[in-house]
C-alpha cells in the first residue's frame, strides 16, 4: 500500500499541469490568430453542440407554430361548420314554407272554384295507416259546423263525404275507398255514371266508372267527370277527374273504364270542407218555395 501512495501524482501537480497546457495553447492561440488547436477542438466538439440545439429550438418552434396552426384551422372549420348547420336548417326551412306556400295557393284556386259554396279550412291529421288516404280524420269537428255528409275538397276537386263527426274532429271517407259509390256524369255530354272506388286500382292512380250508356254522344279520353245532380250526397258540378280508359261492355248497353282522380291521395295535408249538404241545399230550396 505505500508503494502505491508514492508512485501516484498528487492531485495539485496535475491541476498545474492542466493549467500549463491551457495556458500554452491560449498563448499559441493567440500568435496563430485564432486557428490554434483550441478552434479546431471547438469546431468538433462546441459547434456541433450549437447547432443541435439551434436545430432543436427550431424543430421546437416549428411545433409550437404547428400546434397553433392547427388550433385555428380548428376553430375556423367549427365556426365554418355552424354556418353550414344554419345554412341548412334556414333551407329546409325555406323549402318547407315554400312547399306550403304551394299548397295554400292550390287550396285557394280551388276555394275560388267553387266559390258558391261556403267553406271551412282544415287539416289532415291522421289516416287508417295505410300508404292511400282512402279514409282520413280532420282537425275540425261539430264545434267548428261540421256535419255527416259535408262533401270534401282537395287537390283539384273532390276528396270525400264526412262520415262521422266529433267535437274537434271528423272522419272522411275518400273516393278512392272500397266503400265509395258516387253518382257521375261527364260534362261535355250530361250522360250519367256510377263511380265507384277501388284500391287495388290506387296504385295505378285509378278509380273505376261503370253503367255509363252506350248511345251516340261520342265520349273520349281526357272527358271531365263531375258528380250528378241526382247524387243524393253529393253536390251537383264536384270535379272527380278525368277519364284514362273507355271501352263498351259486353252487353252492349253501357260502357266502363277508368278515371284518373283530381286528387293525389298518396298526400294529404289540407283540405276544404263545404258546410253545406245536399240535404241542406234542398231544404233551402223547399223553404224557399214556400215563401
Known sequence: MKIENQNRIPSKYILLILIIICGILLGVEKFSGGRGPLR????????????????????????????????????????????????????????????ELERLQELYKLDQNYADYEKVGAHVIANNGTNWFNSFTIDKGSN?????????LAGSGLAGIVTEVGPTYAQVRAVIDDESNISGMVLS??????VRGD????????????????????????????????????????F????????????????????????????????????????????????????
Not at 439551434?54 to 354556418?83: A, P, Y
Not at 287495388?200 to 266508372?209: A, E, P, Q, T, Y
Not at 248511345?215 to 250526397?233: A, L
Request: glycine residues 8%; hydrophobic residues 30%; proline residues 2%.
Open 144 to 152: 267548428d259546423g261540421i256535419k255527416e255528409d259535408m262533401n270534401v
Open 40 to 99: 479546431l477542438l471547438g469546431s468538433y466538439t462546441v459547434i456541433p453542440m450549437q447547432n443541435g440545439i439551434s436545430s432543436i429550438g427550431r424543430w421546437m418552434g416549428d411545433l409550437t407554430d404547428n400546434f397553433k396552426t392547427l388550433d385555428e384551422l380548428k376553430k375556423e372549420n367549427d365556426t365554418l361548420q355552424s354556418r353550414l348547420d344554419e345554412m341548412t336548417i334556414d333551407n329546409t326551412r325555406l323549402r318547407q314554407e315554400q312547399y
Open 240 to 291: 272527380i277527374g278525368y277519364i284514362s280508359e273507355i271501352e263498351v261492355d259486353s252487353n252492349n248497353l253501357t260502357r266502363s273504364g277508368y278515371i284518373t282522380p283530381a286528387v293525389n291521395f298518396s298526400n294529404l295535408q289540407e283540405v276544404l270542407v263545404i258546410t253545406s249538404t245536399k240535404q241542406d241545399l234542398i231544404d233551402g230550396s223547399k223553404e224557399g218555395k214556400e215563401e
Open 189 to 194: 255530354t250530361s250522360d250519367l255514371c256510377m
Open 199 to 238: 284500391l287495388k286500382l290506387m296504385s295505378d292512380g285509378r278509380i273505376r266508372f261503370e253503367k255509363l250508356p252506350n248511345n251516340d254522344n261520342k265520349i273520349d279520353v281526357g272527358e271531365q267527370v263531375v258528380t250528378s245532380h241526382i247524387s243524393s250526397k253529393f253536390l251537383q258540378g264536384i
